[in-house]
């Protein structure tokens, strides 16, 4: 049974390198809304994620909305594990898949084979399961020949594909998206939405986080509206999407 | 809800946790090394020999013309010089690259839970197959000059696993310290910089007391010895040995307290 129980779960964290050009991008898409807390003589610490509670039950597909810096990304990737809670308790069953990050965890001078092989290898897959799930994937990306080349020569739509295709790959429990993953052409939107929906009938969860509303409404049975790290509304979809404009209008 | 946190793992349990997840997705990291070698050489023709080329271009470069300035026989000092410059050149890369392991790792570890410590050991990983493309020039250099062999030199293969317990050890520590402090980076350059002068990589203690004393109280110079000294069929000082066995364990402590402490904050500061 897949299931995803956060109980008052926060997530802080400091903010260094402020000036450091790396770290700009990461910052700017984070502080807009976050609350800032801050400390005398201490780094400024982010409170990204303040108290969630939230249950998500087999079947639940979650739409997460909310203005930027809500923290619907620190929340998507606290339930991947990725971010550990500094208070509160989380406990996920299932197997996660996650597509986060457009280029993470691909290596642009690496071809799109090699990028299969790695991540394949990263799922603790042996060697026999990853040539049997390669044709699936290279049939799924339509890439073809540009497989064998470095994945620095694709364009970002060729990269969603393989990006799409290698999470979707292995079935999981459970997955957790942005909402960029959609953002395909129309050619790979609509394979990308039978993939989808393939996965997420049955007993699988799905947490997306969008700001589209009609992406929302297609896709999901539920919503979380977040705002400055906090849940202020977790509801069916339709419900939570009129309070989210209600409040983006005001 | 069932979420009463009936027994939460300590830090010192997740850390465990990491290290034997790590160990376990061992075709993920040693893959990922080779890949790297693999994929810098791309398109060249020698592919990863050319470390091993540049590093016989410095030996036969630096050898004769230091062999005159020390009044050392080509004979002794080739093979001295050698095996010094490999072994240094692995040390050194370890240690300036541990410092970006975290930061380099940075996007793969905000696309999905992968344990941290793989990344050191990714990075051990490469550093000891350059290392294994550039020690055979030891051994050609050995058989160019016509040495004796004997099965002491079997003793730079302990040697070298301690060598990389005390390096992996190394690199935790200061890949953890310097994603948070981005200054350590350099701090680190600049003393690994100095340290090649200061240690007896190049140049020979030979019968002075003082250097002697100097490269005894240098634990990068003890790093040396534990491979060179058995390939040169000499005796390891007990200084030396003193210095890498209690570094392993005194290392082996820091680095667990510290990656138990800021495990979890990593991903942060990447």
Request: hydrophobic share 50%; charged share 15%.
């Amino acid at each position: 049974m897949a299931e995803i129980v956060l109980d008052k779960v926060t997530i802080e964290f400091p903010l260094l390198h402020v000036g450091h050009r790396s770290l700009k991008k990461t910052l700017v898409s984070r502080v807009t809304g976050g609350i800032i807390l801050k400390e005398a003589n201490t780094p400024t610490i982010v409170r990204a994620l303040s108290e969630i509670s939230v249950h998500i039950k087999s079947g639940d597909r979650v739409g997460i909305v909310g203005p930027n810096g809500a923290g619907k990304t620190s929340l998507l990737r606290t339930m991947a594990g990725i971010y550990e809670p500094v208070t509160g308790d989380m406990r996920v069953s299932g197997d996660v898949a996650t597509l986060l990050e457009i280029a993470g965890g691909m290596r642009p001078e690496l071809t799109g084979l090699e990028n299969i092989h790695l991540r394949g290898l990263l799922m603790g897959l042996s060697n026999r399961q990853i040539r049997e799930i390669t044709p699936e994937i290279e049939d799924f990306t339509g890439l073809g020949d540009f497989l064998n080349m470095p994945m620095r020569t694709y364009s970002s739509g060729m990269r969603v594909r393989l990006a799409f295709a290698l999470a979707t790959a292995i079935k999981a429990d459970i997955l957790l998206m942005d909402e960029w993953v959609l953002a395909g052409d129309a050619g790979f939107a609509a394979k990308a939405t039978e993939r989808l929906e393939s996965m997420v009938t049955g007993a699988n969860v799905l947490v997306l986080a969008t700001h589209n509303n009609n992406i929302i409404r297609k896709w999901c049975n539920k919503a979380i509206y977040l705002r400055q790290g906090e849940v202020m509304m977790f509801d069916d979809v339709e419900e939570v999407v009129s309070a989210y404009l209600k409040d983006a209008k005001t | 809800m069932t979420t009463a946190s009936t027994h939460k793992p300590t830090r010192y349990s997740l850390a465990w946790d990491d290290i034997r997840t790590s160990l376990v997705n061992v075709r993920f990291w040693a893959t990922l090394a080779w890949v790297d070698i693999v994929q810098r050489y791309r398109g060249s023709i020698l592919g990863p020999f050319w470390l091993t080329i540049s590093t016989a271009a410095f030996i036969s470069g630096i050898g004769p013309l230091y062999s005159l300035l020390f009044g050392l026989e080509l004979r002794d000092y080739l093979p001295y010089l050698a095996s010094g410059v490999i072994v240094w050149n692995l040390i050194l890369s370890t240690v300036n690259d541990s410092c970006s392991t975290f930061i380099n790792a940075g996007p793969l570890m905000k696309q999905m839970r992968i344990p941290r410590m793989a990344h050191v050991f990714h990075l051990i990983t490469r550093h000891v197959i350059i290392f294994a493309h550039s020690i055979p020039l030891f051994f050609v250099v050995h058989a160019f000059l016509g040495l004796p062999w004997g099965w002491q030199m079997l003793w730079a293969i302990p040697g070298f696993i301690l060598l990389t317990a005390i390096l992996t050890n190394v690199a935790i520590i200061f890949a953890i310290i310097s994603v948070r402090f981005r200054d350590f980076i350099q701090v680190v350059a600049s003393v690994m910089q100095i340290s090649f002068f200061l240690t007896p990589v190049i140049w020979h203690v030979g019968e002075r007391p003082a250097l002697r004393l100097a490269a005894d109280l240098n634990p990068l110079a003890a790093l040396i010895a534990l491979i060179r000294a058995p390939l040169l069929l000499e005796p390891i000082s007990p200084a030396h040995i003193a210095w890498a066995v209690g570094g392993v364990v005194v290392l082996s402590a820091i680095s667990f307290l510290l990656f138990a402490r800021y495990r979890r904050r990593i991903i942060f500061w990447v």
